[in-house]
């Protein structure tokens, strides 16, 4: 099963409205980190969080990390086209300070001029 | 700013044979992470280095191998490829401390076997 879950898996929205997406371990999370794909191409680092309770923001996109739920949740503002892609959340689940990131599936978001 | 940088961007390789796809991570990171991207998945996490040697393992096959060399860049070699190891490579740098470990990533090497 997955370890990180992401929902939803794919979402169309019109330019202007507010979205959310969400991020939820099986695991303890060390550490949560979300990406943001375009089709065939690297990860752009957003945000990282760590402590429970933490709420980071960049221009429209704002991220929460609820440590008890072991969950996070990616919300973006009056959404536009080039918000377009696919979000991906990261998580350093396995602990004892190995680092490596386990990923979800990822959400594709499609935003309509 | 200085980004991760890798090369090739694009490699296109027959079954059976080998290639190295080379990262040079941002100045001043000492480790170096390396992520598989298959079509239409998530990344998984294969090897990582720091300091220059070999941090954790994850899913890479016997067939790869890795290393980080002196000056920080890090070459993930592949042999005896197989149609299944067509995909996004990854490579990420960081300073891990203690529990801060951000990653930055490249754009990724894109190979496809033939």
């Known amino acids: 099963s997955q370890e990180l879950e992401q929902s939803p898996q794919s979402l169309i929205v019109q330019e202007g409205k507010n979205l959310t997406i969400n991020c939820t371990s099986s695991?303890?999370?060390?550490?949560l980190y979300w990406y943001k794909q375009k089709y065939g191409e690297g990860l752009i680092f957003l945000m990282m969080?760590?402590?429970?309770?933490e709420e980071k923001s960049h221009e429209k996109i704002t991220a929460k990390l609820d440590e008890k739920k072991q969950q996070s949740s990616l919300h973006i503002t009056a959404s536009q086209p080039s918000h377009a892609g696919i979000y991906l959340c990261?998580?350093?689940?396995?602990?004892?300070?190995?680092?490596?990131?386990?990923f979800g599936k990822g959400t594709k978001l499609s935003v309509i001029p | 700013a200085a980004g991760v940088i890798q090369s090739p961007r694009h490699l296109i390789k027959e079954k059976r044979e080998t290639a190295t796809l080379k990262c040079y991570p941002i100045?001043?990171?000492?480790?170096v992470y390396w992520y598989q991207q298959g079509p239409g998945q998530d990344p998984q996490f294969l090897i990582s280095?720091?300091?220059?040697?070999?941090?954790d393992k994850g899913s890479i096959p016997d067939r790869f191998s890795a290393q980080q060399f002196s000056d920080y860049h890090s070459e993930l070699n592949m042999s005896s490829l197989e149609l299944g190891d067509s995909a996004l490579y990854f490579c990420?740098?960081?300073?891990?401390?203690?529990?801060?470990?951000?990653?930055?990533f490249g754009p990724g090497t894109r190979l496809t076997v033939l």
């Open positions: 990420a740098s960081g300073i891990p401390a203690g529990s801060y470990n951000e990653q930055f």
């Open positions: 695991k303890t999370l060390y550490g």
């Open positions: 969080l760590q402590k429970g309770g």
């Open positions: 990261g998580a350093d689940i396995s602990g004892a300070g190995s680092y490596q990131l386990t």
């Open positions: 100045p001043r990171h000492d480790t």
């Open positions: 280095f720091y300091e220059k040697m070999q941090s």
